[in-house]
């Protein structure tokens, strides 16, 4: 029985008397896969049609929507690891890959090249540069943010940025948004940082580089990276002057505006961010 | 008998008549008549069976012949499997008191012939033998049903995609600091619904087991017997072996007896040998075989009349009843087709998961994930391919249908039952019933010398003779008056042939083609008073009755008459023609006999009419009628005509038959004939023999369709001669069988691959309707043990009911497979997102929770709306399905759903996809490998296509945006879907849309995902986020073209039956 039941399974993949693979001959695999071929080529053929129809709809310089955007979100530099900064002041190796990436994130900021690529704008006003009708005004221009305006966390005075000496420069930036305007009536948005829940005395005080850690408005509003190629994102510099060592301190920076929402309470990231900060010390 | 279904034909009925003609010129006049009475009798049995259950007496008139048996019944020769008690129990009864003399029983009893037992003997062997009773069978405990439900066939698919589920979940706790909780919800809803459908299951079962409570019997029974020479009614459990038992008619025989004397005594076997006719019982042992000599009774049969005393050999379970009951309750029973047919399609299911699971697993390595990586990849694959709600869209559709059935008396016990009927292509039942419409009309009339067609219209508008003749006035007095059938109280809005008659079948017949054409017959009765009758009886073979007349002056006697029309031709001198009475000769007399044979040749049973006006001076008014001692005229009558009735045969009933009876061999051959079974065309080997006039031996049995067989025959036949009968033989009788033998033949039909109902109600059906694939009991006849063994239980006794148990099989079979193709189809929509999301390394276009939504939400009501979806064609003229070929779920259904139109639905959903992303900055071109970054909780500053930044959190957000997009394109898709799933064959134009529920399932769903897209809370419930109005059209396009594709496939279809497209594409 169990010698039939073999060569049962044998011919079921190949039966050598009617020529059949798997229960199939060659004519009949060739018609279906023919078939299957057509079909999916025609329907590979509408799908492309119908993304490509979708796509004439959309804007090349603004997406059709960005109400998901109203609050926009807010990220640290360096990113540490999952957003946790720790490091030794003794070991120069534990934060040599902080400033590696500060150096590398703060180029495109030397203000020899801002000077060279961008605008000096009018401080404490939008930069703002209209389309008139079906003309665009492109390529638009940006304003310069010159990495000297990061004064002590420039990284050209002290260019391990305080790390060397547990005073940590960390970078805050506001995500980009197309045409978000984040101030009105010239008051631009800052950025303050403070302990959370009993960190509060661990974490001493803070210098904000620009002077009161202001995005100031003359940045805003961003037309998009087709429209605005050289926009530079402007930055927040917050130095932590005397943060207690050896003890984890979990640091929020918002964001203070006069326009935009409060971010949702889902969302950690949206108008604030958080992260932990430990400095070691021996 | 054994019905193989087939397409209906029509013809076979002709056959028959042709049949008749045929032996009523070859063989001489009395064989022809037996014929003819055994087919009036036979349905007449089935009459009393149908209207008066409890009635056993009234089948006396059938044609009985005395076979002699020479051998007893031994074991069937092999039997494989079972354990020795089963085998014990397979053969034939091991009496042998009724060949011992009444001084030996008496003697091996310990009991004394006139005293009968003393109480103290009694006493020690009601404690040593037990109590006369049938142990109930074994109850399975309610837990243990409620497991069954619980892990029973697709349960099982479901309980693996759990447990697989919590170890992917648990791989994934083990290995990453936040688990997605997917795969633990996962398990834990795939979990909830089985248990909540093995529930519901459980609570439909045991419904229906409730109402099998209802019918056992609660009246303890008595029995009389005498101990110590006193007669002491006693409870039947305490009759115990040797006592000594008087039983009457009327009684219920309390043990198997031996019979010491008998007055007149008969009793019925019918529930135990199914021979209709009561058989009189006495002292004299007449047979080796204990089932057939006459001075045994057995335990829970009926004495019709007489009394008798007998010594009881066999109690309770010994009895030949117990081990009939115990035979029973020990057969295992296969799996129903329909859970064959849900095997089948697991395997079907798992193979493609595994497949599929498995190359993505080996993509996955390839692409560089990890194995742990890759293993969570395959168990989600596989487990993603299960069809959460199928089990409970099945299990709906399967309740509905029982209910459905359950309105129409048919109560279905186990809920797969519910299709096997549909799929049954033979029928095994001794009722002829089963065949036709069991709705006899008047057909024919002859009179005047002339054949008329019968009037059965409402209106009378096919009249087509003259409703004044004299004659036809006096045909139709006749059959009013001599006819106890009446309608009964409060139809008199209903149409005629609509109103419910009491009277049997022929009668009935009478009645409404009389009240059809001249008007009320209860008015014609009250002119006409009764004054005496004599009812049908199988000695006289004729009914008459004499009335007043309707003249008030004339003071004669009406007597009418009706019967056999040759024994009413017997009775006459004169016939009426043209209104005058002329004396019957010769010619008369030969045109009676061409109209007669005429008719009968059309298969129709035809009864003559007669009448006399009793003359005054010998029968003055107030003469005293005696009925019983016939002091009065029934010769020298004048024949007024003949009328000739025919039952339909039902659509979808057998044409090539086999017939299972415990009548004798040429009762049941001529039964056969009668009612069609062997049709004309067909002889038997004894026939061949016996036309070409050379002996059986040298007959070639192929040359025979027809075939007889004995049932003591069939203990000398092997496996492979009894697969030789059933194989070359379209139409079998076998006659005189014994339980164990209609066993045998079930399993030797099952053997052949045949899915086999039987019906039955007698206890000795019960082993055979255990073992049949469907085993149908009479509810109101049918015995308590049979109606255990059974599957399913007609409780009107209607066999009407067995052809809408094959129409609802049938339809919910087919309905099954839609329902299944269009639940089947959503799951490419939902595997392709998770595959992409893998290969391509894009953010993830559909979640868990939104396909749960889909398989548990928006897809239920419209899977369970194809339930209620009619057939496309009749169903009832299909040959039944093969079940090696016709399967439930094939790979040409699995090639549509999942290949075809699946593929079509999966492009929708990811066009919503990409419109949704795209609209908000995440180009198709920016996603590709976007993966790792996008689902990375630390990067919140993700660029877009125009160098926006996105936090986890927002992007998370236009992600389940996009889940909910995908799943209402799905929901769109299977708009599209379920109306294209409502035919197989034919264009939905054909079909049209009148399914209300399939209607109301489409709006359902429409309602049920904007409400989860919509209702506020959704966002943190299920993470379901508001669409965009235009967001919803998305996938119209996509499902335009589901249902434009698959016309053009049905309609390919249609137009080249049997093409390519049928072939690869006809589910």
Known sequence: ?282 | MIYKIQATSQGHFTRVQHYLLYSARQKPHGEFNKARWLYFGCSQLLVHTVRMPDSTYGRSDSYRVATTQDKADRSPKKKKGGTKDMDDLKKEVPITEHKMSIEEVCRKFNTDIVQGLTNAKAAEYLIRDGPNALTPPPTTPEWVKFCRQLFGGFSILLWTGAILCFLAYAIQAATEDEPAGDNLYLGIVLTAVVVITGCFSYFQEAKSSKIMESFKNMVPQQALVIREGEKVTINAEEVVGGDLIEVKGGDRIPADIRVVSAHGCKVDNSSLTGESEPQSRSPDCTHDNPLETRNVAFFSTNCVEGTARGIVICTGDRTVMGRIATLTSGLETGKTPIAKEIEHFIHIITGVAVFLGVTFFILAIILGYSWLEAVIFLIGIIVANVPEGLLATVTVCLTLTAKRMAKKNCLVKNLEAVETLGSTSTICSDKTGTLTQNRMTVAHMWFDNQIHEADTTEDQSGASFDKSSVTWLSLARVAGLCNRAQFKAGQDSLPILKRDVAGDASESALLKCIELSCGSVRAMRDRNKKVAEIPFNSTNKYQLSVHETEDPNDNRYLLVMKGAPERILDRCTTILVQGKEQPMDEELKEAFQNAYMELGGLGERVLGFCHVLLPEDQYPKGFAFDTEDVNFQTDNLCFVGLMSMIDPPRAAVPDAVIMVTGDHPITAKAIAKGVGIISEGNETVEDIAARLNIPVSQVNPRDAKACVVHGTDLKDLSQDQMDDILRNHTEIVFARTSPQQKLIIVEGCQRLGAIVAVTGDGVNDSPALKKADIGVAMGISGSDVSKQAADMILLDDNFASIVTGVEEGRLIFDNLKKSIAYTLTSNIPEITPFLFFIIVNIPLPLGTITILCIDLGTDMVPAISLAYETAESDIMKRQPRNPARDKLVNERLISIAYGQIGMIQALGGFFAYFVILAENGFLPSRLVGIRLNWDDRSTNDLEDSYGQQWTYEQRKIVEFTCHTAFFVSIVVVQWADVIICKTRRNSVFQQGMRNKILIFGLFEETALAAFLSYCPGMDVALRMYPLKPSWWFCAFPYSFLIFVYDEIRKLLLRRNPGGWVERETYY
């Open chain 1, 1 to 282: 029985l169990r010698k039939g039941s073999s060569s049962e399974w044998r011919d079921a993949f190949w039966n050598p008397r009617t020529h059949e693979l798997l229960g199939r001959t060659a004519s009949s695999w060739g018609l279906i896969l023919l078939f299957y071929l057509v079909f999916y080529l025609f329907l590979a053929g509408m799908f492309v049609l119908t993304m490509y129809i979708m796509l004439l709809t959309l804007d090349d310089y603004k997406p059709t929507w960005q109400d998901r955007l109203a609050t926009p979100g807010m990220m640290i530099h360096p990113k540490g690891d999952q957003l946790e900064i720790t490091f030794s002041v003794s070991e120069t190796e534990s934060w040599d890959r902080f400033t590696q990436t500060l150096n590398t994130f703060l180029s495109p900021y030397n203000d020899s090249y801002q000077v060279q690529m961008n605008d000096n704008c009018p401080p404490d006003q939008f930069f703002i540069q209209e389309d008139s009708g079906e003309v665009r005004n492109n390529p638009k221009r940006s304003c310069q943010f010159n990495r000297s305006m990061l004064e002590e966390c420039a990284g050209i005075s002290d260019r391990f940025y305080g790390y060397s000496r547990g005073q940590p420069c960390v970078l805050i930036k506001l995500n980009r948004v197309i045409g978000m305007l984040p101030g009105k009536n010239g008051q631009s948005p800052y950025v303050t940082c403070g302990a959370k829940r009993e960190d509060g005395d661990k974490l001493g005080p803070l210098a904000y580089y620009p002077p009161n850690g202001t995005f100031n408005l003359m940045y805003y509003p961003y037309y998009g990276k087709k429209a605005q190629v050289n926009y530079t994102q402007p930055l927040v510099a917050v130095k932590f002057l005397n943060a207690s060592v050896n003890t984890d301190i979990n640091v929020e920076c918002k964001i203070n505006s006069n326009t935009l929402e409060a971010g949702s309470e889902r969302d950690k990231f949206a108008g604030r961010v958080s992260f932990k900060l430990r400095i070691n010390h021996t």
